[in-house]
């Protein structure tokens, strides 16, 4: 069976789940990176999008949003006494050289850019990322900001394509972690059902049991639907799932005990 017919059937079919155990290792693994790629597409179109609009917003109002500034030693100075925040279809540019926001205040944003007092911070969908005026190891002004956007922009398709792969390796990493645990738990559930079962056969089956609940999730995330404790919830669907591949678990045969009486000994002479 081809990896996308094994997609589709993980997805609704644990009786065909239960027949992938005697798989190879290998192609198990690659299953797992083209689950991830296919779950990454929509988040990465997002991201994507998200990232060129907080460019193109502060690339066309950082003139009209920032007052003069300069960065000498690591801190933001300029005359401004209380933080600015502009915002426009949900993209925010803040500028706040007094030292009252941090990048913890952030997190309500889910796309903007910051110049605090010691940092600059990106935020992408809802993740701060601080940049310490101090790493930068130079001083900068409104001016020399404005050529580094311009810098920026110029880079931006390689800058994202960058993201979204760290991004994909992140996660793919993550699901095998999750499908190794999935595994350990696997070896507990067998007992009753399938304990003829190895490890490697468990982690080949924990690995298109999650396949459910991670298009769900990533269905979920795709349209910004937020599930109270996903995180339960999607453990809940991943260990139903592996319960009931290991229901359609064939039982071992049994040999079959022989009528044929034992020949008698023979005689000694």
Known sequence: MNIFKQFISSLHSPE??????????????????FLMLITSIPFSIQLGANVNNL?????????????DFSVENGILKSDVEEPIITENDNTVIIFDP???????DLNEYQTAFALLDREAVLVIEGNPQPVSYQDLGTDISKAELSEHIETFGGLLPLIIGVMIVGLYLFTT??????????SVITLLLKRKTANQLNFKQGWVLSAYAVTLPTIIFAVFDAIGLNIPFSFAIYWVIAIVMINLVLRNIPKPKQKPISDKPSDPQQPQI
Do not use: D
Request: proline residues 4%; aromatic residues 14%; without cysteine.
């Open 16 to 33: 065909t789940i239960a027949k992938f155990r005697m798989q190879k290792i290998g192609k198990t693994i690659l299953y797992v990176f």
């Open 55 to 67: 460019y193109t917003y502060v690339s066309t109002n950082v003139e009209e949003s920032i007052p």
């Open 173 to 182: 990493a993550l699901k095998f972690i999750g499908i190794f645990t999935l």
């Open 98 to 104: 007094t030292g009252e926001l941090t990048p913890l």
